[in-house]
């Protein structure tokens, strides 16, 4: 009966380690996507994109890509020499505010996961990344226009530029 009770013992105390490691790997391996963030699982089973939710991430078989769902603001000045040219050839200091997001779609955020890579966390990563883009629309529109167009009008410089990067963000 010593013999039995002790494998008894013995099976019980494996079978409840094994139920514990099987319970701490899975707390690990399952990600959960906080309110402003989603995130895009490739590898093995295709790309999966969860926006509210949680998935299962293999290390071995899967990449988790983040993506920021928040706004970012991206400050972009242009003076001295680095000044926008005007259509009469006079220099235009300018400092334009753009804000971005990335919309909460499955389609957008497999866009920005795919465009952006690892770097669509932070604002400062973002903003190396799209600021000559921003820079390259300001300069294409101030060249359209005069210094006195660029001054009164201004709201219609704004969407000139924001109808040059919205396709391209």
Do not use: C
């Amino acid at each position: 009966m010593g013999i039995l009770s002790s494998t008894v013992m013995f099976l019980i105390g494996a079978s409840v380690a094994f139920i514990f490691g099987i319970a701490f790997a899975a707390s690990k391996l399952y990600v959960k996507t906080p309110s402003n963030r989603a995130f895009v699982r490739t590898g093995s089973g295709g790309a999966r994109i969860i926006l509210d939710g949680g998935l299962w991430v293999i290390p071995l078989l899967h990449e988790l890509r983040w993506v920021s769902l928040e706004t970012m603001r991206i400050e972009v000045t242009r003076n001295n020499e680095d000044a926008l040219i005007t259509a009469d050839k006079l220099r235009s200091d300018v400092s334009a505010e753009f804000y971005i997001r990335v919309q909460p779609s499955k389609e957008q955020v497999l866009m920005a996961s795919k465009s952006l890579g690892i770097r669509s966390i932070t604002e400062k990563e973002v903003d190396a990344l799209i600021a000559p883009k921003l820079i390259s629309a300001l300069r294409s529109v101030a060249a359209t226009k005069t210094l006195m167009e660029l001054h009164q009008q201004r709201a219609e410089f704004a969407h000139a530029v924001q109808e040059i990067v919205k396709t391209e963000l």
